[in-house]
């Protein structure tokens, strides 16, 4: 985090710590993907967690044997597959297709 925001006290704030917000109602549909070996794994399932107590439609999807910033890989590696398939399901739930 030092890296990202060297002041503590800035780092508090809700814009560079989501999870610092009280108030997450009515919040946009929300696709939360994390790796399993991602330092920053727990506090974004906490944020979901968070999002859905508050009232918001949330889906968290934990991707596992990989580490953050899996998802820039080649996509021929299957868990980069597997993360857009998710993403695009989420994204496509609820669509009429027949609705042009």
Known sequence: MEMYEPDEEIRKISYISPLMENDLT???DTFLLTAE???L???GEAYGKKLADAGNRV???RMYDTVHNF???PMT???VQKAYQLINEFLN???DLERK
């Open 59 to 61: 889906k968290v999807y």
């Open 71 to 73: 998802i820039t890989g």
């Open 93 to 95: 739930e609820g669509i």
């Open 26 to 28: 009515n919040q946009p």
């Open 37 to 39: 070996f991602d330092p």
């Open 77 to 79: 590696l299957a868990p």
């Open 41 to 43: 794994r727990d506090e």
